[in-house]
């Protein structure tokens, strides 16, 4: 089945406790993308990669770290998590980089950092 | 400043009508739009895009329309049906098509029997 995982779904961390969420798609897309969605603030795009070994900042990209060594993963890395990083969290891939392609979404990852 | 803005107030219509959402953005110039839905707890599920040089698009009971003069997406369901009760969400591209995505923050459609 052609899908986008996530682990863990849930999490609950202190501050300062460095976390790796991974991110894995089976589909051979070339873009992934991370984002977080808190209440009243909608969906924000964190890091996002155009292939293997690309990957640019997104609107609110502090905090946070991604790579990109294989097409088919894309961790998001918290150093030193901190209680505002304490959202829910998407991975998303598409086909292309470009054109406007779909994304297909994650299942999420719930994260508090007490 | 960039905005891309969705009615954040809940739109509750009855079953059988038409629902319509908007998306207004303000000094973006996309290349596409596109609109997602979302269930609670789940990630975005894609439903339909739309292109700069399109006014409209049609998937089954969804309406897409795309002004770019009034910088303004509406998103039709028509025949609308309590299993439509989502939020809906907006998303356009931040710059030139780099793959940088803006989404808004969503409308939450309710539809009641």
């Known amino acids: 089945e052609a899908q986008v995982t996530q682990n863990p779904r849930y999490l609950i961390t202190v501050t300062g406790k460095k976390l790796t969420v991974t991110c894995s798609q089976n589909?051979?897309?070339?873009?992934m993308s991370w984002y977080r969605q808190d209440p009243g603030l909608g969906l924000r795009q964190i890091y996002y990669s155009m292939n293997v070994e690309v990957t640019d900042k997104g609107d609110v990209p502090e905090g946070y770290k991604v790579s990109r060594k294989e097409k088919r993963n894309f961790p998001l890395i918290l150093e030193s998590p901190s209680p505002n990083q304490t959202s829910l969290y998407f991975c998303?891939?598409?086909?292309?980089?470009?054109?406007?392609?779909?994304?297909?979404f994650g299942p999420g990852t719930r994260l508090t950092v007490l | 400043s960039q905005k891309i803005e969705q009615n954040s107030e809940a739109l509750n219509i009855q079953e059988g009508k038409t629902a319509t959402l908007t998306c207004n953005y303000t000094?973006?110039?996309?290349?596409?739009l596109q609109w997602y839905r979302q269930d609670p707890g789940r990630g975005p599920v894609f439903l339909l895009l739309i292109r700069e040089n399109e006014k409209e698009k049609r998937k089954e009971r969804l309406k897409v329309t795309f002004d770019t003069t009034l910088k303004q997406s509406l998103f039709h369901i028509t025949a609308s049906q309590p299993a439509d009760s989502a939020t809906y969400l907006c998303?356009?591209?931040?710059?030139?098509?780099?793959?940088?995505?803006?989404f808004g923050q969503g409308t939450t459609l309710q539809v009641k029997p």
């Open positions: 000094n973006y110039s996309p290349a596409y």
């Open positions: 998303a356009l591209d931040g710059s030139g098509n780099t793959g940088k995505l803006i």
């Open positions: 589909m051979n897309h070339e873009y």
């Open positions: 998303a891939s598409s086909p292309r980089t470009s054109g406007g392609n779909e994304q297909f």
